[in-house]
Nanobody, 124 residues
Framework: QVQLSESGGGLVQAGDSLRLSCRVSGLTMRTTGMGWFRQAPGKEREFVAAINWSGVNTYYANSVKGRFAISRDNAENTMYLQMNNLKPEDTAVYYC?????????????????WGQGTQVTVSS
């Protein structure tokens, strides 16, 4: 059974940093591309960042480029999202996702497995 479990969310002030983690079980990490998405109240779930199976290739939404960094540790079955210089507009539930295949995925339909989400709230 595949399970993705996010952690690390919380309430922070604008300009602060957070690191989200996504622990994966039931998947072979070395063959799995992964990503982060977020959903703010009343909005569609949107792409944030993606990483290929090895961690060599990454891709970011324009809104987070230069502030967020996606990484992974396949030996620990864990993916991370380092979020720096957080802004109030980053407030959302953040979801990790895994896809079939090891390449990058850019849309919701590219991913098969999803976590339950972790809340990130940034106050001004």
């Amino acid at each position: 059974q595949v399970q993705l479990s996010e952690s690390g969310g919380g309430l922070v002030q604008a300009g602060d940093s957070l690191r989200l983690s996504c622990r994966v079980s039931g998947l072979t990490m070395r063959t799995t591309g992964m990503g982060w998405f977020r959903q703010a109240p009343g909005k569609e779930r949107e792409f944030v960042a993606a990483i290929n199976w090895s961690g060599v290739n990454t891709y970011y939404a324009n809104s987070v480029k230069g502030r967020f960094a996606i990484s992974r540790d396949n030996a620990e079955n864990t993916m991370y999202l380092q979020m720096n210089n957080l802004k109030p507009e980053d407030t959302a539930v953040y979801y990790c996702a895994a896809r079939m295949g090891g390449g990058l995925g850019f849309g919701r339909s590219d991913y098969v497995y999803w976590g339950q989400g972790t809340q990130v709230t940034v106050s001004s």
